[in-house]
């Protein structure tokens, strides 16, 4: 009976808490930490131990850990845009995009919230990157206030010198305790670039830590080395997260808040970052709620970024019509915290959607690499909606949907070698028009199955649901109307006609891929 009691109190709190605002009870704050670019698994609370998270493995020992939560589309603008909203980037018009004008018809959760009696702010990086104006023109702060003027003398050169911890306690003193908040921990770690070699000489790591290397890589110490500088800097992120709590917790606020953990997408690598695979979408995330949700819970059910938004509208209080936000995709988290349970809880939830349209470019006419995916019961169906097109950009433009790096480097040099040139076919080369893969015996999407007539009734199932979603969510792409997609301007001038230049010999360059990259010569 006692050990009852300690679960109903809490859980008879959480129905407290989700009352409408007009009530008395206190609205819990909202603590929302993303890391840029962070795979899913780098983690200790993953059995992870080449990467040290002690922050986010006691939020996920003290609240719930997911071990199936995946972005719709995997790069930081269009990620975050599903965040904020609760929409598919199919939903969003121009914010499919990456560097994308967001539009104005669309509203975020801060500003919702903003509108109904939180304070809103962030640090570090917020919805990025992009513009976003409303009709009058004005800027808008999409996730709150900035506080980023506090600075620290960083670690390595290539660290952010925001100083995360002490701009959020200088929220925390302009919140003044009257309202409830919601903070954006925007971390730019570990986004790139990375000052070679700081994972061994700065963080005291071997390369022999590394248990394994992806094997669409070259297992060489260029790529070793990279991998552990990722690693210090995913570190970075999880120790501000350690001292915000430690803030929470000084200031009496920890259990009243609501905390978030997760990346906008996986790490910046080739194959990885702004792709389709399993390491790409499928992403790190714990949330913890101090005395409402039951702790110490693993939650396999998959779960959205586009889940996230009407959490946050309904923990506040709020309903979806009250939020004046356009309808949600999807569904809210809050169905985890009112249970115990754990393993796979709400049965219906055995599958999420993902795909991406305009990228980092740098293909003729500017267009981008559509996909529309579907990740149901560890099977992965992919769809390439342009397959003649370079999935990581064109060879002539520096492939630039792939940020450079020296593991980026070590595989273009495998082209030119029979024996190694199986790098550059999985990282760069052309892909077939759908691909699909049993993620249960091939996590790392080696082996593609579309073809493979055991496979065949699994793979027209998934096909036929994606296609049929897609169609009740008004996706251009299901009627015909893809191309609408490429003709929203890009809100970063470097990318306009880049194919363009480079072919007529003039030598450009962007500041995200290295001069290497550029292969000039390639054929078409």
């Not at 071990?67 to 914010?95: F, H, V």
């Amino acid at each position: 009976m006692k050990n009852l009691l300690l679960i109903a109190l809490p859980l008879a709190m959480a129905g407290a808490l989700f009352a409408a605002p007009e009530t008395n009870q206190k609205r819990p704050n909202i603590l929302f930490a993303l890391a840029d670019d962070w795979s899913f698994g780098h983690a200790g609370a993953y059995g992870c131990e080449w990467i040290k998270t002690p922050n986010f493995d006691k939020i996920a020992k003290d609240g719930m850990l997911f071990t199936r939560a995946y972005t719709p589309t995997a790069k930081c603008g269009p990620s975050r845009s599903c965040i904020i909203t609760g929409r598919n980037p199919w939903q969003l018009k121009a914010a499919a995009n990456h560097w994308a004008y967001f539009p104005t018809e669309f509203k975020s959760f801060s500003e919702a919230l903003s509108e109904n009696g939180y304070f809103a702010g962030m640090t570090g990086k917020g919805w990025a990157p992009g513009v976003a104006k409303d009709e009058q023109g004005k800027l808008r702060n999409l996730v709150g206030t900035v506080f980023s003027d506090k600075t620290l003398e960083p670690p390595t050169n290539q660290i952010s010198d925001v100083d995360y911890t002490e701009n959020f306690k200088e929220f925390l003193n302009a919140a003044g305790g009257e309202k409830p908040w919601v903070f954006w921990f925007g971390s730019t770690e570990p986004h790139r670039a990375y000052e070679y070699g700081t994972g061994v000489s700065k963080g005291g790591k071997k390369l022999a830590d590394l248990p394994h290397v992806p094997p669409y890589w070259p297992d060489n110490e260029a790529v070793r080395n990279d991998m552990l500088d990722y690693a210090y800097e995913v570190e970075h992120f999880d120790k501000h997260l350690g001292n915000m709590l430690a803030e929470l917790e000084r200031r009496g606020e920890l259990e009243n808040t609501l905390i978030v953990v997760t990346s906008d997408n996986g790490m910046p690598f080739p194959r990885v970052k702004g792709y389709a695979y399993e390491n790409s979408n499928h992403l790190p995330m714990a949330i913890m709620w101090k005395g409402t949700i039951v702790p110490d819970r693993v939650i396999e059910d998959y779960v959205s970024f586009i889940d996230l938004a009407p959490t946050f509208i309904e923990v506040a209080g709020l309903t979806a019509e009250q939020s004046g936000m356009h309808p949600f995709t999807g569904r809210s988290l809050t169905e985890f915290f009112k249970t115990e349970k754990s393993g796979k809880v709400v049965e219906e939830r055995d599958h999420v959607l993902i795909g991406r349209e305009r990228n980092d470019v740098g293909r003729p006419e500017d267009h981008g690499y559509p996909i529309r995916g579907i990740v149901k019961n560890d099977l992965l169906y992919i769809n390439n909606v342009e397959p003649d097109r370079w999935p990581g950009g064109n060879p002539q433009t520096g492939y630039l949907d792939t940020d450079g790096s020296p593991t980026k480097t070590e595989v273009l040099k495998s082209r030119h070698d029979p024996d190694t040139k199986k790098f550059w076919d999985l990282c760069f080369g052309k892909r077939g028009a759908e691909e699909f893969y049993d993620l249960s015996k091939d996590t790392w999407c080696m082996n593609n199955l579309a073809k493979n007539p055991d496979k065949a009734s699994a793979y027209a199932g998934l096909k036929k649901q994606l296609q049929e979603e897609l169609e009740k969510q008004g996706d251009p792409r299901s009627s015909g109307n893809g191309p609408v997609f490429n003709t929203y301007p890009s809100a970063n001038p470097v990318e306009r006609d880049f194919y363009k230049r480079a072919m007529s010999g003039e030598k450009v360059k962007a500041d995200w891929v290295n001069e290497s990259d550029f292969e000039p010569d390639f054929p078409n």
